[in-house]
Nanobody, 120 residues
Framework: VQLVESGGGLVQAGDSLRLSCAASGSTFSINAMGWYRQAPGMQRGLVAAITSDGGSTNYADSVKGRFTISRDNAKNTMYLQMNSLKPEGTAVYYC??????????????WGQGTRVTVSS
């Protein structure tokens, strides 16, 4: 499985942005997927994750109510809608595939990341 993120960029605090993760491979719909982010000097952390059928999701407390994760299995694509962005959301955002939505087990695949910069 290859994962390619897109949609990052420079925005102002309070703005919205939607990230996409396009996956190759016929097994896209089988496994859970997630979004992680890594800010400068910080460890990579789970932002949101979604089960294979989209029926269950998990969010970091810091993004609950502002971010929404979704997936379209017919298009082999996962999304992260980010609203009310804050400067602390500045990070490289990574797409992951083949883990569990709690993030407690290693993920099988990672994308290269897309950078999001939120100015104050």
């Amino acid at each position: 499985v290859q994962l390619v993120e897109s949609g990052g960029g420079l925005v102002q605090a309070g703005d919205s942005l939607r990230l996409s993760c396009a996956a190759s491979g016929s097994t896209f719909s089988i496994n859970a997927m997630g979004w992680y982010r890594q800010a400068p000097g910080m460890q990579r952390g789970l932002v949101a994750a979604i089960t294979s059928d989209g029926g269950s999701t998990n969010y970091a407390d810091s993004v609950k109510g502002r971010f929404t994760i979704s997936r379209d299995n017919a298009k082999n694509t996962m999304y992260l809608q980010m609203n009310s962005l804050k400067p602390e959301g500045t990070a490289v955002y990574y797409c992951t595939y083949g883990g569990v939505i709690t993030g407690r087990l290693p993920w099988d695949y990672w994308g290269q990341g897309t950078r999001v910069t939120v100015s104050s």
